[in-house]
């Protein structure tokens, strides 16, 4: 490591640092400025709003991190290009590659930031996210994701709840239906279905269950039935918070399971478990057309240097959303819905490198 090679790695980290820094806190304004109202009308305690904005950080850090690394890359590099510093370096016969060293070994710190930051930090900060606005900012307004969800857990049996909290672990309207076969064997309802984590059970509220006969159905009925069931709690959580809130191990184990139960949203899944691995490597990909881009010192002068670049990263969100969705929505590859962006910006990457060292 030489004097060159320190100051543009402590640059590249300190210029993300200070995005975030600038970034994240105007992001907590608008979203408070949006959400105070219900706050108030809900008396939230105010460290369970700490907790949430602490939350809310490194989840926006998370789905942001592209393009804070790429704007701030963009940032620093064009101001070594307009005060004529990268000239100085190339003209004492420092290659662009050697140049480029620094550039990357800093993407190697922050893809390994980044990788821990999705892998675990990330799903645990969209645990407590999503579980602050369910029970604090939604109310009582009928959610398509905690409402009429309806799952086959295994080749016999399937539940169903008309609304699902996750935060106090309650369902309401419960049902289960056991099938052999075609055949309806019997059905479980309950007004209410309750997960007690002290003792690993369920509490049925106003229990019913119905025995199909071949005569006379056999009926018996509770006010109050703790039991166990072949399911576990994330499977009344909805689809997509469910994938978000999961570590990388759970998420694997999870989708494992989903897939023996024949789960029609396994694309869904596997788009959330791929994308932990594409981000690291998008900034590998996202630093070197950064670098080509900035090195240059043009007419327009910085702003220039931003609007391309700023140009560039919302065509690869774009890119990383469309294909996502398709994923989600359709037969398509979940593999190349997430690593096409990848693919297609690598290539512009090398692209762009081959002519930055001319």
């Known amino acids: 490591m030489k004097i ?29 400025a949006e959400k105070i109202d219900k ?18 950080t490194i989840y926006m850090a998370h789905l ?12 620093f590099t064009s101001k070594l290009a307009t005060n004529t510093e990268i000239i100085a370096f190339l003209s004492t016969g420092v290659s662009f590659w050697r140049f480029l060293r620094p550039y990357m070994l800093g993407a190697t710190i922050l893809a390994f930031i980044g990788l821990f930051l999705g892998m675990f930090l990330a799903p645990s900060a969209s645990k407590g996210f999503n579980e602050f606005e369910y029970k604090y900012l939604k109310g ?17 049996d399937i539940i169903y709840v008309s609304n699902f909290n996750p935060k106090e672990k309650r369902g309401m309207n ?21 997960f007690r984590p002290s ?57 494992e399971k989903e897939k023996e139960r024949g789960s029609t949203y396994i694309d869904r899944y596997e788009v959330v478990k791929l994308k932990k691995w594409s ?27 931003l609007a391309v670049g700023i140009l560039m990263a919302m065509i690869y969100i774009f890119f990383d959303k469309v294909f996502g969705v398709m994923a989600e ?27 930055a060292k001319r």
């Open 4 to 32: 060159l090679d320190w100051y543009i790695l402590k640059r590249y980290i300190l210029t993300f640092l200070m995005m975030l820094m600038l970034f994240i806190p105007i992001a907590i304004v608008i979203n408070l």
């Open 279 to 305: 981000l690291p490597f998008s900034v590998f990909i996202l630093t070197i057309i950064a670098v080509s881009v900035s090195s240059v010192k043009r007419r327009g002068g910085m702003g220039a240097n």
């Open 199 to 255: 003792d690993s059970l369920y509490r049925l509220t106003n229990y019913s269950k119905r025995i199909i006969g071949e005569g006379d159905d056999i009926l018996i009925n509770k006010r109050r039935l703790d039991t166990t069931f072949s399911f576990d709690l994330e499977d009344l959580t909805p689809v997509k918070y469910i994938a978000e809130t999961l570590n990388y191990v759970d998420l694997t184990r999870f989708i």
């Open 39 to 56: 706050m108030l009308a809900n008396e939230v305690p105010f460290n369970e709003i700490l907790v949430y904005y602490g939350d809310y």
């Open 329 to 355: 929505q359709s037969n398509f590859s979940p593999f190349i819905a997430v690593w096409f962006p990848n693919i297609l910006f690598g290539t512009l990457a090398l692209y762009l490198l081959k002519n």
């Open 64 to 75: 942001l991190f592209p393009l804070f690394l790429f704007l701030s890359i963009i940032w």
């Open 174 to 194: 419960f049902s289960l239906e056991h099938f052999e076969g075609n055949e309806l064997v019997y059905k479980i309802s309950a007004l209410n279905i309750t």
């Open 140 to 156: 009582n307004r009928k959610d398509k994701e905690t409402s009429n969800i309806y799952r086959q857990i295994n080749e016999n």
